[in-house]
């Protein structure tokens, strides 16, 4: 699904600042992958996310999707098959817009936008189906802006919104993050469950070692721009916390772990 081979990304290149994000990184994630990445601050997961989804050149390497090689791609093309989910819940949908106006948006993705009306009886109907899956009671509230929303609702929304047209890739990056733990734990299971039933192939960059080891297929830790851990299947389901702390300390890894790395 996605080949990604010696991946090289500078930062103020030439500048006394300069900052080699990515070192060379080769990944391959194979069709139906839940990977979750994990490593500590500055070791290049989000940028290695970025890198994907063509929010800036790369230096060196290439990328292909699908066996298309996108590497000079721009981001909005990428785009119209990379669902993605950030950090900050206010940046996945418009806070002015109504919350059956950001879902229609995300309707269209990758496709042609005329003139047409913007909502139509049919999307109304589908858009009330897939909320409901939410359990909210957002499909009651289609014509309210979004802005009036939680922080954890308009995250389960931007999670329907980056999967309602069925992505290729689905980019999570820490996606969790600025949540309390309660709404952190549903927005997961949510996670969870979506990628499961629409067999999603996966990237979800984490701090949170319990989660990293909780969910996805295969786990992959970045230590200063390299892929320094790749485990699946059994390696992967007995896995502790301790046992990646003396992993990551063992292959090199030698930067304090943050505290909510620990946290369960």
């Known amino acids: 699904m996605i080949r990604a081979r010696h991946v090289t990304k500078f930062f103020n290149r030439g500048e006394v600042n300069e900052v080699l994000a990515l070192r060379e990184v080769s990944l391959t994630v194979n069709e139906g992958d839940f990977i979750t990445v994990i490593g500590s601050n500055g070791a290049g997961k989000s940028t290695f996310l970025n890198a994907l989804a063509g929010v ?36 996945g949908t418009c806070p002015h817009a109504t919350i059956e106006q950001n879902l229609a948006l995300a309707s269209r993705r ?63 990056d820490e996606h969790t993050a600025a949540l309390d733990p309660k709404t952190a734990v549903q927005i997961m299971q949510l996670t969870d469950e979506l990628v499961r039933s629409e067999r999603l192939t996966t990237l979800m960059v984490t701090h949170n070692m319990a989660q990293a080891i909780e969910y996805g297929n295969r786990l992959v830790m970045f230590h200063q721009g390299r892929v320094i851990l790749d485990v699946s299947g059994e390696e992967k389901a007995g896995l502790g916390i301790q046992d990646l702390l003396e992993r990551f300390h063992e292959l090199g890894g030698d930067g304090c772990v943050s505290d909510r790395a620990l946290l369960g």
């Open 56 to 91: 800036f050149p790369i230096e060196e390497g290439s990328i292909s999707v699908a066996d298309q090689d996108v590497t000079t791609w721009p981001e909005h093309r990428r785009a119209a098959f990379l669902g993605r989910v950030f950090q900050d819940p206010l940046l």
């Open 110 to 172: 990758g496709k042609r936008r005329g003139l047409k009306r913007g909502v139509r009886k049919a999307d109304r109907a589908l858009f009330r189906e897939k909320l409901s899956m939410l359990g909210l009671g957002l499909e009651d509230r289609l014509t309210d802006a979004t802005g009036l929303l939680s922080g954890g609702q308009r995250q389960a929304m931007t999670m329907l919104m980056a999967t309602l047209v069925r992505p290729k890739v689905l980019l999570l």
